[in-house]
């Protein structure tokens, strides 16, 4: 009904930057929060980057100063602009979003499949 699909990952070396984009698609009657988390390898799925529908954002510290989370309402669309790669960035970059699905009287959140961003020497 209402899927979410990140693309943009990719191998970069360290200092180099990569734009991610999360597409929300479906029978979308409002997107609220969106996030993006993280899984490194042999890692737990981290919080990184939230912005509100009205732009607001919060980072984790280690990606403040050099990641910036965007959102583009009427393409129902999150961008996550990395800056100054580091080797420790490497990891499962996820998309989550609190959606409100046409018809529905609730709230739900849904995870997208994940890209892989890779920093390598």
């Known amino acids: 009904q209402v899927r979410l699909v990140e693309s943009g990952g990719g191998l970069v070396q360290p200092g180099e930057s990569l734009r991610l984009s999360c597409a929300a698609s479906?029978?979308?009657?409002?997107?609220?929060?969106m996030r993006w988390y993280r899984q490194a390898p042999g890692k737990g799925r981290d919080w990184v980057a939230t912005i509100a529908s009205a732009g607001s954002t919060n980072y984790v510290d280690s990606v403040k100063g050099r990641f910036t989370v965007s959102r583009d309402n009427a393409k129902n669309t999150m961008y996550l602009q990395m800056n100054s790669l580091k080797l420790e960035d490497t990891a499962v970059y996820y998309c989550n979003a609190v959606v409100r699905v046409i018809g529905d009287a609730y709230d739900r959140a849904i995870w997208g499949q994940g890209t892989q961003v890779t920093v390598s020497s």
């Open positions: 479906g029978s979308i009657f409002s997107i609220n929060d």
